[in-house]
């Protein structure tokens, strides 16, 4: 589980590229008419998630398994 900590005191890069995704209308209706601090934690919980999925598809557990190259 991520937790809201994680981002404090974490660098982050620029966001500077766009990625998107089909959501239904209604859940889009209810995103827009969020108060911009709620805004704001949803971006940083999609980064943190997005990040978590990267980080596990590339494990891998031969590095904390073997010394062998």
């Not at 981002?7 to 239904?24: Q, W």
């Not at 209308?25 to 997005?50: C, G, Q, R, T, Y």
């Amino acid at each position: 589980m991520i937790k809201r900590d994680d981002l404090k005191g974490l660098r982050l890069d620029k966001c500077s590229e766009d990625y998107s995704i089909r959501i239904p209308e209604v859940l889009k209706k209810h995103l827009d008419n969020l108060p911009a601090h709620s805004k704001a934690s949803l971006k940083e919980e999609l980064l943190l998630v997005m990040a978590k999925m990267v980080h596990e598809n590339n494990f891998n557990p031969e590095m904390y398994l073997s010394t062998q190259d």
